[in-house]
């Protein structure tokens, strides 16, 4: 099995390699090859930039007739990416660039025409002394009148190097630091002050709310005692003063008093420690004799033993809170009338 990558290959006995024909191709053959623009370059035709590192399909000839110490130099054509216009340049080993023949300018080539421009003043100066023995002279007079400035100018830095040598720089270290320490201390006092600052006023926050909780408090216990004042069952006795006398219109009125303290406190006039304070249902006698004197004395005396003085003719007195008397009495005072009411 022979092998996929033939290396050696069988050359007959009668191979004579003279026979072979030779190739003969012109010497201004051109190739096409894949560049870039060796610079920036601007077309003549339209005004085109074309900018260095632009790729282009160049054809490549070798430049008859121009060698540089043996070495062919190289021509490129190129066309204009606007307007097709035949842009040329060429290799130039002498400067290791490239040269601008024809169809466009070569921009931003400052440093290449310094560089030049050097060049043709040092040639033109060696010519001058090849042909005048006095302008050597002078410029040897010119050179060391160069080097004299030089070297004072150099002295003067030398001596400036050495008044900034003499500079005390342990002290002025001792100075930064003091001045650091100095402004560590200023942060310090800055920062206890704020703190404090801080601290004030959340004191003086904290008391405000206290004193709003306080007040808060005070208020709270003020509606409470207000509630339990008004929900006091004795205050349904004191808090209406009893106008005059009524008639038997008036009925209704007592009679809601009386069952709003009997749900509060209970019944008191069905026996306990309190029934004897219950005045009894009087004759009919008695309440007609009330509107003469000869029989009000009889019958007042007669009920002495029985009731407290302070009870008869309940009707037409006034039960009042303030004048002192007690909550029994007006108690008694209360279920008296009421009892007349009824009759």
């Known amino acids: 099995m022979s092998?996929?990558?033939?290396?050696?290959?069988?050359?007959?006995p009668d191979f004579d390699p003279s026979k072979i024909p030779k190739l003969k191709l012109p010497k201004d053959r051109q190739y096409v090859v894949r560049l870039m623009a060796p610079f920036n370059m601007r077309c003549k035709t339209c005004g085109e930039y074309i900018y260095k590192g632009k790729k282009f399909n160049?054809?490549?000839?070798t430049v008859q007739n121009e060698l540089y110490m043996g070495l062919p130099?190289?021509?490129?054509?190129?066309?204009c990416?606007?307007?097709l216009a035949e842009i040329t340049f060429k290799t130039d080993p002498e400067n290791t660039d490239?040269?601008?023949?024809?169809?466009a300018t070569r921009n931003f080539q400052?440093?290449?025409l310094i560089e030049e421009e050097e060049k043709r003043v040092q040639q033109e100066r060696e010519e001058e002394e090849l042909n005048n023995p006095m302008k050597v002279l002078e410029n040897r007079t010119k050179d060391s009148k160069m080097e004299m400035e030089v070297l004072e100018n150099l002295q003067?830095?030398?001596?400036?190097n050495q008044r900034q040598a003499q500079v005390d720089f342990e002290g002025m270290i001792e100075r930064y630091r003091e001045l650091e320490k100095m402004e560590r201390e200023r942060e310090k006092e800055d920062d206890e002050r704020e703190t404090k600052e801080m601290l004030d006023r959340a004191l003086v926050k904290r008391l405000r709310d206290s004193d709003s909780d306080s007040e808060k408090e005070e208020e709270t216990n003020s509606s409470q005692s207000k509630k339990a004042f008004t929900e006091n069952p004795t205050e349904v006795l004191t808090s209406e003063k009893p106008t005059e006398a009524q008639g038997p219109s008036s009925g209704p009125v007592k009679k809601a008093k009386v069952e709003s303290w009997e749900r509060s406190v209970g019944t008191l006039g069905r026996g306990g420690a309190l029934g004897s304070l219950v005045v009894r249902k009087k004759p009919a006698a008695a309440a007609a004799a009330v509107s003469k004197p000869s029989s009000a004395a009889a019958t007042s005396s007669q009920t002495d033993s029985k009731a407290p003085p302070v009870q008869e003719n309940n009707a037409s007195?006034?039960?009042n809170s303030q004048n002192g008397s007690s909550s029994l009495s007006l108690l008694g005072a209360y279920s008296d009338s009421d009892s007349n009411d009824s009759e």
């Open 3 to 12: 092998e996929r990558k033939v290396l050696n290959k069988y050359y007959p």
């Open 317 to 319: 007195k006034p039960v």
């Open 73 to 79: 130099i190289f021509r490129f054509y190129i066309k």
């Open 58 to 61: 160049a054809r490549k000839e």
């Open 156 to 160: 003067e830095l030398k001596e400036l």
């Open 98 to 103: 490239y040269a601008m023949e024809h169809g």
């Open 110 to 112: 400052a440093e290449k």
């Open 81 to 83: 990416t606007r307007c």
